[in-house]
Protein backbone atom coordinates (compact mmCIF):
# COMPACT_ATOMS: atom_id res chain seq x y z
CA UNK A 1 0.00 0.00 0.00
CA UNK A 2 1.06 3.44 -0.77
CA UNK A 3 2.14 4.91 1.83
CA UNK A 4 0.27 8.33 3.23
CA UNK A 5 3.94 10.40 2.50
CA UNK A 6 3.97 9.05 -0.84
CA UNK A 7 0.43 10.27 -1.32
CA UNK A 8 1.28 13.36 -0.17
CA UNK A 9 4.51 14.13 -2.20
CA UNK A 10 2.06 12.91 -5.41
CA UNK A 11 -1.00 15.15 -4.66
CA UNK A 12 1.46 18.11 -4.19
CA UNK A 13 3.69 17.42 -6.93
CA UNK A 14 0.23 17.65 -9.62
CA UNK A 15 -0.56 20.65 -7.87
CA UNK A 16 -3.51 19.09 -6.11
CA UNK A 17 -5.10 20.94 -3.41
CA UNK A 18 -4.23 18.89 -0.41
CA UNK A 19 -4.31 19.39 3.61
CA UNK A 20 -2.66 17.38 6.77
CA UNK A 21 -4.51 16.92 9.71
CA UNK A 22 -2.37 16.12 12.78
CA UNK A 23 -2.48 15.78 16.41
CA UNK A 24 -0.01 16.81 18.23
CA UNK A 25 -0.51 16.36 21.55
CA UNK A 26 -1.99 13.46 23.83
CA UNK A 27 -1.88 9.49 23.37
CA UNK A 28 -2.04 9.99 19.56
CA UNK A 29 0.69 12.52 18.83
CA UNK A 30 2.23 12.36 15.08
CA UNK A 31 -1.45 10.38 13.91
CA UNK A 32 -2.24 12.17 10.33
CA UNK A 33 -5.21 12.29 7.97
CA UNK A 34 -4.06 13.67 4.40
CA UNK A 35 -7.42 15.31 2.71
CA UNK A 36 -8.08 16.62 -0.64
CA UNK A 37 -11.46 17.55 -2.36
CA UNK A 38 -13.19 14.82 -4.62
CA UNK A 39 -10.31 12.41 -3.14
CA UNK A 40 -10.55 9.55 -0.69
CA UNK A 41 -9.51 10.74 2.73
CA UNK A 42 -6.13 8.79 3.87
CA UNK A 43 -5.01 8.06 7.29
CA UNK A 44 -7.06 8.56 10.74
CA UNK A 45 -6.23 10.69 14.03
CA UNK A 46 -7.09 7.22 15.94
CA UNK A 47 -10.88 7.45 16.38
CA UNK A 48 -13.21 7.22 13.38
CA UNK A 49 -15.90 9.68 14.41
CA UNK A 50 -12.76 12.66 15.28
CA UNK A 51 -11.20 11.50 12.04
CA UNK A 52 -14.78 12.15 10.50
CA UNK A 53 -14.97 15.82 12.11
CA UNK A 54 -11.54 17.01 11.43
CA UNK A 55 -11.69 15.37 7.87
CA UNK A 56 -15.06 17.69 7.37
CA UNK A 57 -13.41 20.71 9.12
CA UNK A 58 -9.98 20.17 7.11
CA UNK A 59 -11.41 20.25 3.83
CA UNK A 60 -13.11 23.85 4.75
CA UNK A 61 -10.05 25.16 6.09
CA UNK A 62 -8.22 23.59 2.81
CA UNK A 63 -11.27 25.58 0.71
CA UNK A 64 -10.32 29.15 2.60
CA UNK A 65 -6.50 28.28 2.35
CA UNK A 66 -5.82 28.28 5.80
CA UNK A 67 -3.89 26.57 7.91
CA UNK A 68 -4.61 26.47 12.29
CA UNK A 69 -4.98 24.55 14.76
CA UNK A 70 -8.16 23.28 16.24
CA UNK A 71 -9.52 21.68 19.55
CA UNK A 72 -11.64 18.72 19.72
CA UNK A 73 -13.03 16.21 22.35
CA UNK A 74 -11.06 12.53 22.01
CA UNK A 75 -14.16 11.27 19.60
CA UNK A 76 -14.49 14.62 17.59
CA UNK A 77 -16.96 16.79 20.18
CA UNK A 78 -16.95 20.27 19.26
CA UNK A 79 -19.37 21.96 21.34
CA UNK A 80 -18.21 23.85 24.54
CA UNK A 81 -20.63 21.65 26.47
CA UNK A 82 -19.28 18.90 25.12
CA UNK A 83 -15.76 19.85 26.05
CA UNK A 84 -16.32 20.79 29.19
CA UNK A 85 -15.11 17.68 31.06
CA UNK A 86 -12.93 16.09 28.64
CA UNK A 87 -9.69 16.01 27.87
CA UNK A 88 -8.90 17.87 24.44
CA UNK A 89 -7.02 17.21 21.32
CA UNK A 90 -5.30 19.45 19.60
CA UNK A 91 -5.21 19.11 15.62
CA UNK A 92 -2.61 21.13 13.16
CA UNK A 93 -4.37 21.69 10.26
CA UNK A 94 -1.59 22.47 7.28
CA UNK A 95 -3.30 23.51 3.88
CA UNK A 96 -1.62 23.27 0.88
CA UNK A 97 -2.98 25.49 -1.79
CA UNK A 98 -1.61 25.19 -5.46
CA UNK A 99 0.91 27.80 -6.22
CA UNK A 100 0.03 30.84 -7.53
CA UNK A 101 0.12 31.26 -11.58
CA UNK A 102 1.81 34.30 -12.97
CA UNK A 103 1.39 34.70 -17.06
CA UNK A 104 3.86 36.52 -18.54
CA UNK A 105 2.94 37.60 -21.83
CA UNK A 106 5.66 38.86 -24.32
CA UNK A 107 8.85 36.79 -24.79
CA UNK A 108 11.28 39.85 -24.15
CA UNK A 109 14.81 40.25 -21.91
CA UNK A 110 12.17 41.54 -19.08
CA UNK A 111 10.42 38.33 -19.18
CA UNK A 112 13.16 35.82 -18.29
CA UNK A 113 14.29 37.86 -15.65
CA UNK A 114 10.89 38.13 -14.06
CA UNK A 115 9.93 34.78 -14.56
CA UNK A 116 13.07 34.41 -12.22
CA UNK A 117 11.83 36.67 -9.54
CA UNK A 118 8.56 34.87 -9.97
CA UNK A 119 9.95 31.29 -9.62
CA UNK A 120 11.80 32.73 -6.26
CA UNK A 121 8.56 33.91 -4.93
CA UNK A 122 7.03 30.08 -5.17
CA UNK A 123 4.90 31.11 -8.62
CA UNK A 124 3.97 28.79 -11.40
CA UNK A 125 5.03 30.79 -14.59
CA UNK A 126 3.71 30.34 -18.02
CA UNK A 127 5.28 32.39 -20.67
CA UNK A 128 3.28 33.81 -23.57
CA UNK A 129 4.01 35.00 -27.23
CA UNK A 130 2.53 34.84 -30.37
CA UNK A 131 6.17 34.79 -32.08
CA UNK A 132 7.48 31.00 -32.32
CA UNK A 133 11.32 31.99 -32.23
CA UNK A 134 10.87 33.76 -29.10
CA UNK A 135 8.56 31.77 -27.14
CA UNK A 136 11.09 28.91 -26.47
CA UNK A 137 12.02 26.81 -23.55
CA UNK A 138 15.80 27.64 -24.35
CA UNK A 139 15.15 31.06 -23.91
CA UNK A 140 13.50 30.73 -20.60
CA UNK A 141 14.52 27.37 -18.87
CA UNK A 142 12.64 28.72 -15.71
CA UNK A 143 9.09 29.14 -17.00
CA UNK A 144 6.70 25.99 -16.09
CA UNK A 145 4.71 26.47 -19.15
CA UNK A 146 5.44 28.18 -22.40
CA UNK A 147 2.40 28.96 -25.34
CA UNK A 148 3.05 29.99 -28.58
CA UNK A 149 -0.24 31.62 -28.50
CA UNK A 150 -2.22 34.93 -28.81
CA UNK A 151 -3.90 36.66 -25.54
CA UNK A 152 -7.63 34.91 -26.67
CA UNK A 153 -6.40 31.49 -26.50
CA UNK A 154 -4.13 32.03 -23.39
CA UNK A 155 -7.31 33.27 -21.44
CA UNK A 156 -9.20 30.72 -23.02
CA UNK A 157 -6.77 28.00 -21.36
CA UNK A 158 -5.88 29.32 -18.10
CA UNK A 159 -8.61 32.48 -17.58
CA UNK A 160 -11.47 30.61 -15.52
CA UNK A 161 -8.60 29.46 -12.88
CA UNK A 162 -7.13 32.49 -12.31
CA UNK A 163 -7.84 34.35 -8.73
CA UNK A 164 -6.69 36.79 -6.45
CA UNK A 165 -3.28 35.01 -5.50
CA UNK A 166 -2.70 35.29 -9.50
CA UNK A 167 -0.88 37.70 -11.68
CA UNK A 168 -0.69 38.79 -15.15
CA UNK A 169 2.00 40.87 -16.39
CA UNK A 170 2.06 42.10 -20.15
CA UNK A 171 5.77 43.41 -21.26
CA UNK A 172 5.11 43.43 -24.72
CA UNK A 173 5.10 46.71 -25.94
CA UNK A 174 3.11 45.95 -28.93
CA UNK A 175 -0.35 47.23 -29.31
CA UNK A 176 -1.45 44.26 -31.64
CA UNK A 177 -0.57 41.69 -28.38
CA UNK A 178 -0.92 44.01 -24.75
CA UNK A 179 -4.17 45.71 -25.96
CA UNK A 180 -6.34 41.96 -26.37
CA UNK A 181 -3.72 40.76 -23.24
CA UNK A 182 -5.55 43.70 -21.11
CA UNK A 183 -8.98 42.93 -22.11
CA UNK A 184 -8.34 39.31 -21.76
CA UNK A 185 -6.89 39.50 -18.35
CA UNK A 186 -9.47 41.84 -16.98
CA UNK A 187 -12.81 39.56 -17.72
CA UNK A 188 -10.76 37.43 -15.16
CA UNK A 189 -10.53 37.25 -11.25
CA UNK A 190 -6.76 38.10 -11.67
CA UNK A 191 -5.61 39.48 -8.57
CA UNK A 192 -2.75 41.28 -10.67
CA UNK A 193 -2.39 42.90 -13.94
CA UNK A 194 0.40 45.09 -14.86
CA UNK A 195 1.55 46.43 -18.02
CA UNK A 196 4.89 47.49 -18.92
CA UNK A 197 5.63 50.76 -20.95
CA UNK A 198 7.23 54.60 -20.35
CA UNK A 199 4.55 57.17 -19.72
CA UNK A 200 4.61 58.05 -23.40
CA UNK A 201 4.13 54.16 -23.86
CA UNK A 202 1.14 53.95 -21.32
CA UNK A 203 -0.46 57.37 -22.25
CA UNK A 204 -0.78 55.98 -26.31
CA UNK A 205 -2.15 52.55 -25.16
CA UNK A 206 -4.80 54.42 -22.80
CA UNK A 207 -5.77 55.70 -26.10
CA UNK A 208 -6.33 52.38 -28.07
CA UNK A 209 -7.87 51.16 -24.73
CA UNK A 210 -10.75 53.85 -25.08
CA UNK A 211 -11.39 52.88 -29.01
CA UNK A 212 -11.75 49.35 -27.71
CA UNK A 213 -13.98 50.81 -25.36
CA UNK A 214 -12.37 50.34 -22.00
CA UNK A 215 -11.78 53.61 -19.84
CA UNK A 216 -11.46 54.68 -16.43
CA UNK A 217 -13.08 52.46 -14.03
CA UNK A 218 -12.63 49.63 -16.97
CA UNK A 219 -8.90 50.06 -16.36
CA UNK A 220 -8.81 50.86 -11.90
CA UNK A 221 -7.32 47.52 -11.78
CA UNK A 222 -4.40 47.46 -14.23
CA UNK A 223 -1.15 48.85 -13.45
CA UNK A 224 0.69 50.55 -15.75
CA UNK A 225 3.31 51.81 -15.70
CA UNK A 226 3.95 49.02 -14.28
CA UNK A 227 6.18 48.27 -10.99
CA UNK A 228 6.64 50.06 -7.85
CA UNK A 229 8.81 53.01 -8.49
CA UNK A 230 12.47 52.54 -6.93
CA UNK A 231 14.48 53.27 -9.91
CA UNK A 232 14.85 49.60 -11.61
CA UNK A 233 16.90 50.27 -14.92
CA UNK A 234 18.11 46.72 -15.45
CA UNK A 235 15.38 43.58 -16.57
CA UNK A 236 16.27 42.23 -12.69
CA UNK A 237 15.55 45.48 -11.18
CA UNK A 238 12.91 45.39 -13.10
CA UNK A 239 12.03 42.40 -11.96
CA UNK A 240 12.14 42.87 -8.50
CA UNK A 241 9.93 46.52 -9.33
CA UNK A 242 6.94 44.17 -10.33
CA UNK A 243 7.32 41.72 -7.40
CA UNK A 244 7.21 44.39 -5.04
CA UNK A 245 4.09 45.62 -6.38
CA UNK A 246 2.80 42.74 -6.61
CA UNK A 247 3.30 41.92 -2.81
CA UNK A 248 2.29 45.55 -1.61
CA UNK A 249 -0.37 45.13 -3.78
CA UNK A 250 -1.57 42.10 -1.79
CA UNK A 251 -1.30 43.18 1.60
CA UNK A 252 -2.32 46.54 0.32
CA UNK A 253 0.59 48.50 1.73
CA UNK A 254 2.36 51.37 0.86
CA UNK A 255 5.77 50.33 0.11
CA UNK A 256 7.39 52.63 1.78
CA UNK A 257 11.18 52.11 3.69
CA UNK A 258 10.00 50.12 7.15
CA UNK A 259 12.61 52.81 8.71
CA UNK A 260 10.12 55.58 7.83
CA UNK A 261 7.19 54.13 9.18
CA UNK A 262 5.78 52.63 12.35
CA UNK A 263 3.37 49.67 13.58
CA UNK A 264 3.82 46.02 13.16
CA UNK A 265 6.14 44.58 10.46
CA UNK A 266 4.14 41.73 9.17
CA UNK B 1 6.57 20.78 3.37
CA UNK B 2 6.38 21.41 0.23
CA UNK B 3 10.06 22.30 -0.66
CA UNK B 4 11.20 19.65 1.51
CA UNK B 5 10.10 16.60 -1.15
CA UNK B 6 13.03 16.24 -3.38
CA UNK B 7 15.27 15.63 -0.02
CA UNK B 8 12.81 13.83 1.79
CA UNK B 9 12.43 11.47 -1.05
CA UNK B 10 16.19 11.28 -1.32
CA UNK B 11 16.53 10.50 2.33
CA UNK B 12 14.01 7.84 2.13
CA UNK B 13 15.26 5.73 -1.01
CA UNK B 14 18.73 5.75 1.04
CA UNK B 15 16.62 4.73 4.13
CA UNK B 16 17.55 7.16 6.41
CA UNK B 17 15.69 7.67 9.16
CA UNK B 18 14.31 11.54 9.84
CA UNK B 19 12.17 14.23 11.87
CA UNK B 20 10.17 17.21 10.36
CA UNK B 21 9.28 20.20 12.50
CA UNK B 22 6.71 22.33 11.40
CA UNK B 23 5.85 25.40 12.82
CA UNK B 24 2.27 25.14 14.30
CA UNK B 25 2.08 28.25 16.16
CA UNK B 26 3.71 31.73 16.61
CA UNK B 27 2.42 34.63 19.40
CA UNK B 28 4.19 37.85 18.97
CA UNK B 29 6.57 38.68 16.05
CA UNK B 30 7.90 36.09 13.98
CA UNK B 31 9.42 35.51 10.57
CA UNK B 32 7.50 32.33 9.23
CA UNK B 33 4.37 31.61 9.20
CA UNK B 34 2.66 28.10 10.47
CA UNK B 35 3.32 25.15 8.17
CA UNK B 36 6.83 26.17 7.74
CA UNK B 37 8.91 23.23 7.72
CA UNK B 38 12.38 21.44 8.13
CA UNK B 39 14.05 18.54 8.52
CA UNK B 40 16.88 16.19 10.09
CA UNK B 41 18.25 13.14 9.22
CA UNK B 42 20.15 10.84 11.21
CA UNK B 43 23.36 11.99 9.98
CA UNK B 44 22.54 15.52 11.06
CA UNK B 45 21.55 17.08 7.35
CA UNK B 46 19.47 19.67 7.36
CA UNK B 47 17.17 20.93 4.90
CA UNK B 48 14.67 23.85 5.26
CA UNK B 49 13.60 26.28 8.21
CA UNK B 50 11.35 27.52 10.50
CA UNK B 51 12.66 31.18 11.75
CA UNK B 52 15.13 33.59 10.81
CA UNK B 53 17.96 31.05 11.58
CA UNK B 54 17.43 31.98 15.40
CA UNK B 55 16.34 28.69 16.40
CA UNK B 56 17.41 25.74 13.73
CA UNK B 57 20.36 25.19 15.83
CA UNK B 58 17.80 23.94 18.84
CA UNK B 59 15.66 22.32 16.47
CA UNK B 60 18.68 20.24 15.05
CA UNK B 61 19.64 18.97 18.59
CA UNK B 62 15.88 18.37 19.51
CA UNK B 63 15.33 16.24 16.40
CA UNK B 64 18.82 14.08 16.56
CA UNK B 65 17.58 13.25 20.52
CA UNK B 66 13.91 12.20 18.98
CA UNK B 67 15.84 9.65 16.90
CA UNK B 68 18.35 8.26 18.90
CA UNK B 69 15.79 7.61 21.89
CA UNK B 70 13.03 6.84 19.59
CA UNK B 71 10.99 9.61 21.34
CA UNK B 72 6.95 10.36 20.29
CA UNK B 73 6.45 13.06 18.56
CA UNK B 74 5.50 16.36 20.04
CA UNK B 75 5.03 20.28 20.33
CA UNK B 76 8.48 22.05 21.71
CA UNK B 77 8.18 25.48 22.11
CA UNK B 78 11.03 28.68 21.41
CA UNK B 79 11.07 32.30 22.89
CA UNK B 80 11.01 34.42 26.19
CA UNK B 81 7.39 34.41 27.31
CA UNK B 82 6.76 30.78 28.08
CA UNK B 83 7.32 28.93 31.07
CA UNK B 84 8.42 25.70 29.35
CA UNK B 85 10.29 27.51 26.98
CA UNK B 86 13.93 26.85 25.90
CA UNK B 87 16.71 29.05 26.45
CA UNK B 88 16.55 29.52 22.73
CA UNK B 89 14.80 32.73 21.57
CA UNK B 90 13.81 34.74 18.72
CA UNK B 91 15.63 37.40 18.33
CA UNK B 92 12.56 39.58 17.48
CA UNK B 93 10.81 38.44 21.19
CA UNK B 94 7.96 35.99 19.55
CA UNK B 95 7.60 32.51 20.66
CA UNK B 96 6.85 29.93 17.92
CA UNK B 97 5.71 26.19 18.52
CA UNK B 98 6.92 23.68 16.56
CA UNK B 99 5.61 20.22 16.61
CA UNK B 100 8.25 17.28 15.89
CA UNK B 101 7.85 14.07 14.75
CA UNK B 102 9.55 11.21 12.74
CA UNK B 103 8.43 10.54 9.58
CA UNK B 104 7.24 6.84 10.12
CA UNK B 105 4.28 7.67 7.92
Same mark, same amino acid.
Given at each position: ??????????????????????????????????????????????????????? %? !????????????????????????? !?? +??? #? &???????????????????????????????????? %?????? +?????? &??????? $???????? #????????? !???????????????????????? @???? &???????????????????????????? @??????????????????????????????????????? +???????????? | ??????????? %? $????????? %????????????????????? !???????????????????????????????????????????????????????????????
Amino acid at each position: MISLYDELARRLRAHTPTALAVVIDGPNAGATLLVSPNQPTMGSLGDDELSRVAA %R !DTLGELEAGRTSTRHYGPQGQTTPE !DL +ADS #P &TVRVFIESFAPPPHMVIFGAVDFTSALARAAKLLGY %RVTVCD +ARKVFA &TARRFPM $ADNIMVAW #PDEVFAVHG !DQLSQRDAVCILTHDPKFDVPAIQ @GALR &TNVGYIGVMGSRKTHAKRLERLAEVGLR @GDDLARVMSPIGLDIGARTPEETAISICGEIIARRTGRA +AQSLSTTTGAIH | MRDLLDDLDRW %R $AAGKRCVVG %RVVGIEGSGPREAGAAMAVNE !DGEVVGSVSGGCVEGAVVAEALEMLREKDSARVVTFGYSDDEAFAVGLTCGGTIHLFLQELTW
